[in-house]
């Protein structure tokens, strides 16, 4: 058993296969048009419920950052806790769908900042959806957040592209942050991705400059569809960053 408090030394297999296997945003935006998100967890994520209390703190008012939603029903547990939300999520689809699943009224309207993307916002006002690309969120003044909620998000995004990933994520992390990451593990040359194995020395190597990294928790996470895939074992692996 690995000590809780240190990020994990051990390693499974490289990540290297992958390196160069890439997922466009039209085929992200065709996956929700084809209905082909067998990602989106309908109950919300076990993980995170679970290490809730320890996430939050007991602070209120919180900045909360959803990168690459989808339609993750845990944006309304933090908006139901007082906390402010904001997502970015490049298919209208999702986002839509987010908000008539959860009952909630929505304004939504064009951002300037950006050609063609659009801002969607609750009516009560505490979640706000922007549907772009993340890479071109720094377009947008959103501000800074106390916490970040990745998940489907770090093991979404090509592993070209991570460095970029993680530059953004960095620029919008308030002092004092909390930053929660689900990666996973599993035999990357059996499944392409997404989404992608992400090693621990690849999160280090992203944030272990700027942020504290501390192992939580690792749960089994083999469902039918990662045996489809050819999957024997599949875990999911949380850590929480914090400023260093
Ligand atoms: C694996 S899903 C995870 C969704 C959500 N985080 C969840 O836990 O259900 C990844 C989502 O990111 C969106 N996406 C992919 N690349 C993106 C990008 N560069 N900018 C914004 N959204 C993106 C996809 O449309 C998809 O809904």
Known sequence: MADATSLRVKELPSAE?????????EEW????????IGFHQEQGN???KK???TFLKGQSGLRVFFPLCGKAVEMKWFADRGHTVVGVEISEIAIREFFTEQNLLYTEKP???IAGAKVFKSSSGNISVYCCSLFDLPRVNIGKFDRIWDRGSLVAINPSDH???????????NKGFHYLVAILSYDPTKHAGPPFYVPDTELKRLFGTKCSIQF???ADA???????WGLDYIFEKLYLLTEK
């Open 51 to 53: 290490h809730l209390d």
């Open 111 to 113: 951002l300037t900042e």
């Open 17 to 25: 296969v992958q390196k160069n296997h890439v997922l466009t945003l």
């Open 222 to 228: 083999l469902e039918e569809r990662h045996k489809a």
């Open 46 to 48: 076990r993980l995170l």
């Open 216 to 218: 939580l928790e690792e």
């Open 29 to 36: 935006q065709d996956r929700w048009v084809t209905r082909n």
């Open 163 to 173: 460095d970029r990933y993680a530059d953004v994520i960095l620029s919008l992390l």
